[in-house]
């Protein structure tokens, strides 16, 4: 079994020796079926999660997945039920995100489309694997217009899937690309967005992609206003806006560099809004800028 999957522009291969539903694509990520290319490349195996070494951790998330040294690779170990839980997934990949073992617990998630990759393993390893190669993935919503993409980035209940449903209302050309993740690479001497399979709660997940005209950062507020930002304040909310491996030095640094540079060339601005109208208006002006 062969499982193709592309995320901005990155190619996922996962293959097994056999079918495992697992490993079917669900409705959202069938948009983002992939027909060649090897980015990242997964052997799935059925079987018990590598159980790393004591004092191997990186990184704890606090909620379901850690990350461990382990054989000098990273294992990432991912428990649904919590810490306290078993393992049901393990990702043995090198330091380089591109190669790598997908372990799959036996169980009745082996039976549940998607299971393999869902969350949040395979939006780690998408996040993971473009910081180091110079790009981010992004807590913001992105509205597609003629080729232009406006991000709209902010904190959970900032109003990312409000200003989504606001674009669909007011300007049916538009194309939202996501409401909560989006992928952010440099392209052709500029800056391009690409949707991703890890919607907000509007469901947007569009594998389409644009060049990125301004970034809008949310705040609710009793009017429509834009207020320039200077890009060192904007690299900082870009870099925690983002999901970067914090416990690697190497892809820190590339972080930092990648989200000072993109500050730098692409104008970020503080956006407050009112819910209607007006403020697709007032967001949509940084196309004409």
């Not at 995320?7 to 539903?21: E, F, Q, T």
């Not at 009017?223 to 999901?243: E, N, T």
């Not at 914090?246 to 692409?266: E, H, K, N, Q, Y």
Request: proline share 7%; glycine share 12%.
């Amino acid at each position: 079994m062969l499982k193709r999957q592309r995320v901005g522009g990155l190619a996922l291969i996962v293959s097994s020796s056999r079918r495992m539903p697992a490993l079917e694509p669900t409705a959202v990520e069938r948009a983002f079926a992939a027909d060649r290319g090897g980015d990242i490349v997964l052997e799935a195996r059925e079987g018990p999660v590598p159980v790393p070494p004591a004092g191997s951790i990186l990184f704890e998330s606090g909620g379901t997945w850690r990350v461990h040294a382990f054989r000098r690779r990273l294992l990432y170990v991912i428990r649904e039920e919590g810490r306290a839980g078993p393992a049901t997934r393990g990702l043995e990949i090198d330091g380089g995100w591109s190669r790598g073992v997908l372990h799959l617990a036996p169980g009745p998630r082996l039976g549940v489309v998607g299971h393999a990759l869902s969350y949040p393993l395979g939006e780690l390893l998408f996040s993971h694997r473009h910081t180091a190669s110079g790009g981010l993935v992004l807590h913001a919503s992105a509205v597609l217009v003629g080729g232009d993409v406006v991000l709209f980035s902010g904190v959970s209940g900032a109003g990312k899937t409000t200003i989504s449903r606001l674009w669909r209302r007011h300007c049916p050309a538009a194309t939202i690309l996501s409401d909560d993740r989006v992928v952010v690479r440099p392209c052709d001497g500029g800056y391009r967005a690409w949707g991703t399979p890890w919607h907000g709660t509007g469901r947007h997940a569009s594998p389409r992609s644009g060049r990125i005209r301004a970034v809008l950062f949310l705040r609710r507020g009793t009017d429509d206003r834009l207020a320039s930002i200077p890009p060192p304040a904007a690299a900082a909310q870009l870099l925690a806006r983002s999901f970067p491996p914090i416990w690697s030095r190497r892809a820190m640094a590339t972080a930092l560099g990648t989200v000072t540079r993109f500050a730098t060339a692409v104008p970020c601005y503080a956006f407050s809004f009112r819910i209607g109208k007006g403020a697709v208006a007032a967001a949509s002006s940084v196309m004409r800028r």
